[in-house]
């Protein structure tokens, strides 16, 4: 790579588009659906398997446990929520999809403004959607569990307030153990993985509101700062200083959500 541009992170909610350069992370795992493309040269993914996957394209599904080597290139990432409208037929059949090449260079080419700080919220979202566009986003057909639709909405509404086992397993109309196993098996991952995923993003919507760490944390449920960084770390395989204020990056903007429909 010629030189090293500085790339940027655009926050929609529960939605990350991202382009940087540059990017090792630890192994880790997280409810996110990932979209990562490299701009110049392939990466590597090695699996909780330790099998390694060098692509220049990839779909990760939620849960899915990786160490991420781009430490060669500029890669552009997109997360989004596998519940969300946008995830459509972006739906993971297998363990992660590979993305085909013209798939990939139409996206090298729509993520270009993430490196020439260009882009703000309005546009970035604009490509955030064509990336997807690209991946043939329509409806999904997958059918939700309702009494788990009802939990989550009952857990948006009480968080960052302590939400117990107990509470949604009344609020379902289900036993606990019941309860639990319908939840991982309709959201991926176990319920106090996605707590902690919702407090990581209340927290990052008091930074965009001008908040600082150590208050944002507090705020969003987790006992200290040091907590905070140890569960970003943990779901992102990075410290959260990487994205808040990293000198890597030119623009880190935290979006308006309102133009999606949630749950």
């Not at 009344?170 to 993985?193: A, C, V, Y």
């Amino acid at each position: 790579m010629d030189g090293k541009r500085k790339g940027s992170l655009f926050y929609f909610g529960e939605r990350i588009l991202l382009g940087t350069q540059g990017l090792v992370t630890e192994p880790h795992s997280h409810y996110a659906v990932s979209i990562l493309v490299s701009k110049q040269s392939p990466f590597q993914l090695v699996t909780k398997e330790k099998e390694t996957i060098e692509t220049e394209g990839i779909i990760i599904p939620p849960n899915f446990f990786h160490r991420l080597e781009a430490s060669h290139t500029e890669i552009v990432v997109i997360q989004l929520d596998p519940k969300s409208e946008e995830y459509k037929k972006i739906e993971m059949k297998d363990r992660y999809s590979l993305l085909d090449k013209p798939s990939i260079q139409t996206i090298q080419s729509l993520a270009e403004p993430l490196f020439t700080n260009t882009l703000n919220c309005q546009t970035a979202r604009k490509v955030y959607e064509e990336i997807l566009e690209v991946l043939g986003s329509t409806k999904s057909n997958k059918e939700w569990d309702q009494r788990i639709n009802v939990a989550v909405k009952k857990i948006k509404e009480t968080l960052p307030n302590p939400i117990s086992l107990a509470v949604l397993s009344k609020e379902t109309g289900i036993s606990k153990d019941r309860f639990m196993h319908l939840f991982k098996e309709n959201m991926g991952i176990p319920l106090r993985q996605y707590l902690l995923w919702q407090r990581l993003h209340i927290a990052a919507r008091l930074l965009q509101n001008g908040e600082n760490l150590t208050t944002a944390s507090h705020a969003a449920g987790f006992s200290d700062q040091a907590h905070l960084s140890r569960t970003f770390k943990k779901m992102f395989g990075v410290k959260p200083s990487l994205f808040l204020g990293g000198s890597h990056l030119t623009n880190v903007c935290f979006c308006e959500t309102n133009p999606y429909m949630e749950l």
